[in-house]
T-cell receptor, first 113, second 115 residues
Framework: GENVGLHLPTLSVQEGDNSIINCAYS??????FIWYKQESGKGPQFIID?????DKRQGQRVTVLLNKTVKHLSLQIAATQPGDSAVYFC????????????FGIGTKLQVIP | NAGVTQTPKFRVLKTGQSMTLLCAQD?????MYWYRQDPGMGLRLIHY???????AKGEVPDGYNVSRLKKQNFLLGLESAAPSQTSVYFC??????????????FGPGTRLTVL
């Protein structure tokens, strides 16, 4: 919801430019990572995921990069649009049955028209 | 399909009052979850369920109870509300992907204020 964005790092991007949102994850044993988008007043929405045996995965206008050496994830959004304005956060977990999911705090993306 | 729905959307309680938040999913998912979201913090798991009739504690279970009497419903109860429980509550359900991971689908949230 809107209160989530009050204490978040903010990235301001001009419409049409590419956005890069970064995330540091905590557990080197995590083998599955997800990016979520959360618009104001709504629940988180799945964007893209990646497994630990991959370095890169592409979706529609989005790309996730994984650097296991430094435990870093990034989400790249091509040709950013006003509808991309939201809070983006990463999550890490493990495979097999129920596994705890650890969510990051998030980054607020503001698209300047 | 409605996906994951939550009722109510908003609620204001006085300290000491009780209430139940209802979550329903129509995707036949086995796993369901209750999270709370507070400013400056990631989603924190309150309780979860891996199937009808089963529940388990998450990261921050104190002050909350849950029940999963039907597969499609997951109820979160606050027995005696405290101001520290002011938060946005999200329910989620998940299925296991071909990779062996659980992809979670979230509801729209319930904004709870405890005065």
């Amino acid at each position: 919801g809107e209160n989530v964005g009050l204490h978040l790092p903010t990235l301001s991007v001009q419409e049409g430019d590419n956005s890069i949102i970064n995330c540091a994850y905590s557990n080197s044993a995590s083998d599955y990572f997800i990016w979520y988008k959360q618009e104001s007043g709504k629940g988180p929405q799945f964007i893209i995921d990646i497994r630990s045996n991959m370095d890169k995965r592409q979706g529609q206008r989005v790309t996730v990069l994984l650097n296991k050496t430094v435990k870093h994830l990034s989400l790249q959004i091509a040709a950013t649009q006003p509808g991309d304005s939201a809070v983006y956060f990463c999550a890490e977990t493990f495979s097999g049955g129920y596994q705890k999911v650890t969510f990051g705090i998030g980054t607020k993306l503001q698209v300047i028209p | 399909n409605a996906g994951v729905t939550q009722t109510p959307k908003f609620r204001v309680l006085k300290t000491g009052q009780s209430m139940t938040l209802l979550c329903a999913q129509d995707m036949n998912h086995e796993y369901m979850y209750w999270y709370r979201q507070d400013p400056g913090m990631g989603l924190r798991l309150i309780h979860y369920s891996v199937g009808e009739g089963t529940t388990a504690k998450g990261e921050v279970p104190d002050g909350y109870n849950v029940s999963r009497l039907k597969k499609q419903n997951f109820l979160l109860g606050l027995e005696s509300a405290a101001p520290s429980q002011t938060s946005v509550y999200f329910c989620a359900s998940s299925f296991q992907t071909s990779w062996g991971h659980n992809e979670q689908f979230f509801g729209p949230g319930t904004r709870l204020t405890v005065l």
